[in-house]
């Protein structure tokens, strides 16, 4: 759980790094999972413009043992559930890769504005909760925040792509050429006075944001990778509408079945 002083440090900016996180062990373990999903050829793996280098995989939860039971693990389910105040299932579970040199932006960008858009959620009752799976330093594309902007709600940003029919209209939504990205103008008057901040710290920190802060991250120009497994919790009683063309379930999922956390103390372990 989160103390006090973490839970008004998080209230206040809309976003909480916390650097004593999951242990060594339990990174290495995390790392072995990630390097697995990336070799597999799924319709959840997004590559990189180069068109070989693995951006993300997504919905891992659902096939990967240390990925189900990190969706569970007390440090990341405990603070959800305190901040959410309820019951919660995972919306959207992804890592992100940010391969050595070639791991692109994620342009500047509100998360709630797909889910609101696309997936017909009701209410930000959701929050994003991530493990660096690297250090993240100011040269491989940390994750950077506007602090504050949580508080101005949804702001309202066109979709870039042409909504319509077609296969995978929310590929758009993975890649570098963002839907619903934030332009120069926008974000001048959204960082004067807030300005921007970066979520550097040693690989395991845990980082927890709220959906509506607006944030993104540079490329890796670094020789190292920058992974972040980021978990999305949604509040059960905020679940996902009937829609007549729903995103695909790694994308936004329909399950909503709350989550129990493992014990106190649990550890992720390899798989035997
Ligand atoms: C990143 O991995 O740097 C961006 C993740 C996100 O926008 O949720
Ligand atoms: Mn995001």
């Known amino acids: 759980m989160l103390t006090p002083t973490e839970?008004?440090?998080?209230?206040?900016?809309?976003?909480?790094?916390?650097?004593?996180?999951?242990?060594?062990?339990?990174?290495?373990?995390?790392?072995?999972?990630?390097?697995?999903?990336?070799?597999?050829?799924s319709p959840d793996r997004t590559l990189e413009k180069d068109g070989r280098t693995v951006r993300a995989v997504h919905g891992c939860h659902r096939r990967d043992p240390v990925c189900r039971d990190l969706v569970r693990h007390p440090r990341l389910l405990g603070p959800a559930m305190q901040i959410l105040s309820g019951d919660v299932y995972v919306h959207?579970?992804?890592?992100?890769?940010?391969?050595?040199?070639?791991?692109?932006v994620w342009p500047w960008h509100q998360d709630y504005i797909f889910w609101a858009r696309e997936d017909g959620m009701d209410r930000p009752h959701v929050v994003n909760v991530a493990v660096l799976l690297d250090e993240a330093t100011h040269l491989n594309g940390p994750l950077l925040f506007v602090p504050g902007t949580h508080e101005l709600g949804l702001i309202d940003v066109e979709r870039r792509a042409p909504a319509g029919d077609?296969?995978?209209?929310?590929?758009?939504?993975?890649?570098?050429?963002?839907?619903?990205?934030?332009?120069?103008?926008?974000?001048?008057?959204?960082?004067a006075?807030?300005?921007?901040?970066?979520?550097?710290?040693?690989?395991?920190?845990?980082?927890?944001f709220d959906s509506r802060i607006v944030h993104g991250?540079?490329?890796?120009?670094?020789?190292?990778?920058?992974?972040?497994?980021?978990?999305t919790y949604n509040r059960t009683d905020n679940a996902l509408p009937a829609q007549a063309a729903p995103r695909p379930e790694f994308l936004a999922a329909r399950d909503a079945t709350p989550l129990v956390p493992l014990p106190a103390g649990f550890a992720l372990a390899q798989p035997v």
């Open 7 to 41: 839970l008004k440090q998080y209230r206040e900016a809309g976003y909480l790094l916390i650097e004593d996180g999951l242990g060594p062990r339990e990174v290495d373990c995390l790392r072995r999972a990630a390097a697995a999903l990336y070799a597999q050829d």
């Open 92 to 104: 959207q579970f992804k890592i992100n890769a940010k391969a050595p040199m070639t791991g692109d």
């Open 166 to 191: 077609g296969d995978a209209q929310w590929l758009p939504q993975l890649s570098a050429d963002l839907d619903y990205a934030i332009d120069a103008d926008l974000l001048a008057r959204l960082t």
């Open 193 to 208: 006075g807030r300005g921007i901040e970066s979520a550097t710290g040693p690989a395991g920190s845990i980082l927890l």
């Open 217 to 231: 991250s540079g490329t890796n120009m670094s020789p190292h990778p920058r992974g972040v497994v980021l978990v």
